[in-house]
């Protein structure tokens, strides 16, 4: 608990109504099996819960945390363990209360929002003006300010619309210290439309590849990149995830593309980049397919040896969504997939038409309504979570796109082992996530792990699965990804096979947060 005198101070700032240290909602605050860098469903529990509503409330408390050498850590969405606490004794600032988006400019293609602004909020009022935004694979009821400063950001739409860690422009920043900090066009008083300006840049200061996960401050506003939607203004839905119903655009098309072997996976999807189509590109596992839809059904396949080996010759699969502004470009974007397919075997099928998914018309025109809204609004990866209650993810390392691949392939490899010893949930082995980056040749395979969080042996397992490939990716050179959020002792590593990166991401931290009280437990330590 927080000394009487500290916890008055704060209440001050932001009213008796918005901090608490009620265990209760302590508690609620602390159950997090997402994302750990340890065992288990639960993070150490808050000292107190602060929600500020403005940037000036967020300085304050920064700076009270200062005075009495309190540690804190901010987060917006709390999609993950990286917003929590990584240790006893840290106050959480819960940004909830900071949802306003501040500015959509239509014409330069930006949009400024706060931390607790959802990817969902915005995409509905940017698509009024036929613009749209990245979605991280997480999904809608993401922070888009998050994954652009504090985190990473793939999305099942980045051929046509990038990365966050990329999509960033201008950004207001609390830094550990309570100073307050304006990047870009920003700190010139001339706008939020540019990530540089007078001066060095400080974009990678603020971020790498990945963000500090809340480990050098509070980004309490950030513009965003836009880019065009080709749909409609206004699209009407009902339903939620699996049962909706909506009229899918005469200008999209969605297709499963199906290949014979990684080798021709892999080179479909170079000339896809290459090409210059497509709105949507990604790889969905048809384990991952299944455990959404059907939990039973993927159980079931233990028994059913026959049925498991149909589904596992269904691997070297992706789905590709086309977008076009006229009916001659969609007509050469459906040329030009059809011709790559067919230069490497590939079985092409279009999702929508009758009897491609061996359902009655009625059910298959269902099923793709809500598969295309699923894809375009990204609602529904929070199914992830039905088959065992958590998940995991490893690899995921932003490279060229054969070597994303290998990622994948020996992501399956190290799966199978723990599979074929029963302890964690048997996906096929195969289900690596990810696609390429803006029509181009560098691209994203993460490996998903389904799990029990409540069963002890899966839990372990899990861990032992992230160090297995964690030492797959540093001796077989791999890349880093996602080994980052095991914790702060992955820098010991990799940062000696990476230019010593951690050395001057440790003297980062020293400069900006000497004291290390913004919780570095997903960052790195100034000690070190």
Not at 45 to 58: G, N
Not at 65 to 77: G, L, Q, V
Request: hydrophobic share 40%; charged share 20%.
């Amino acid at each position: 608990m927080l000394a009487e005198k500290v916890y008055r101070e704060i209440e001050k700032v932001v009213g008796r109504n918005n901090i608490s240290q009620d265990p209760a909602i302590l508690e609620g605050y602390a159950f997090q099996p997402f994302h750990k860098a340890a065992p288990g469903a639960w993070i150490p529990r808050p000292e107190a819960v602060v929600l500020p509503s403005t940037t000036e409330e967020v300085q304050k408390i920064v700076k009270i945390c200062n005075k009495h050498r309190i540690k804190f850590k901010a987060h917006s969405t709390g999609w993950g363990a990286m917003g929590g606490p990584g240790s006893e004794g840290v106050l959480q600032i819960d940004l909830r209360r900071m949802n306003r988006i501040v500015k959509i400019d239509q014409k330069n293609m930006y949009a400024v929002v706060e931390p607790y602004v959802i990817c969902a909020q915005l995409q509905a009022e940017v698509m009024k003006l036929g613009l749209n935004c990245h979605i991280i694979g997480a999904g809608s009821g993401t922070s888009p300010l998050a994954s652009c400063t504090s985190h990473c950001g793939m999305g099942w739409s980045s051929i046509s619309t990038g990365y966050n860690n990329r999509n960033v422009l201008a950004v207001e920043w609390v830094l550990p210290t309570g100073d307050i900090l304006r990047l870009g066009t920003l700190s010139m008083g001339i706008g939020w439309f540019c990530g540089d300006g007078r001066g060095p840049s400080l974009r990678g200061v603020m971020r790498g590849w990945a963000g500090a996960d809340g480990g050098i401050g509070v980004f309490t506003k950030c513009a965003v990149k836009l880019y065009p939607w080709p749909g409609p203004r206004e699209i009407r839905v009902e339903g939620l995830l699996l049962d909706v119903k909506t009229e899918v655009p005469w200008n999209f098309r969605t297709y499963s593309c199906r290949l014979p072997s990684w080798e021709a996976y892999t080179n479909v999807v170079y000339k896809i980049g290459e090409s210059g189509i497509g709105f949507i590109q990604c790889k969905n596992a048809i384990g991952l397919t299944i455990a959404i839809m059907s939990p039973e059904t993927l159980r079931s396949l233990k028994e059913n040896p026959q049925w498991r080996e149909f589904f596992k010759s269904l691997q070297h699969i992706f789905i590709i969504m086309l977008a076009a502004n006229s009916r001659g470009e969609l007509e050469y974007q459906e040329k030009a997939l059809r011709q790559i397919m067919e230069e490497e075997g590939g079985e092409l099928i279009e999702l929508g038409q009758t009897g491609s998914l061996f359902l009655p018309p009625e059910k298959t025109a269902n099923f793709y309504q809500a598969m295309w809204w699923g894809l375009v609004r990204v609602s529904t990866p929070p199914l992830i979570f039905r088959m065992g209650g958590s998940f995991l993810t490893a690899f995921g390392g932003d490279e060229a796109w054969d070597a994303a691949v290998n990622q994948a392939k020996r992501g399956e490899e190290i799966k199978q082992e723990f599979i074929d010893r029963d302890l964690i949930i048997d996906d096929l082995a195969d289900n690596a996530w990810g696609g390429i980056y803006e029509h181009g040749l560098i691209g994203h395979q993460e490996e998903l792990v389904l799990f029990n969080p409540r069963d002890k042996k899966q839990a372990e397992a899990i861990e032992q699965f992230v160090g297995a490939c964690a030492e797959a990716s540093a001796e077989e050179s791999l890349g880093i990804g996602f080994s980052l959020f095991a914790g702060k002792q992955i820098h010991e590593i990799f940062g000696p096979r990476s230019c010593n990166y951690h050395v001057w991401q440790s003297k980062i931290k020293k400069i900006f947060d000497p004291e290390d009280l913004s919780d570095s437990n997903y960052y790195i330590s100034p000690k070190e």
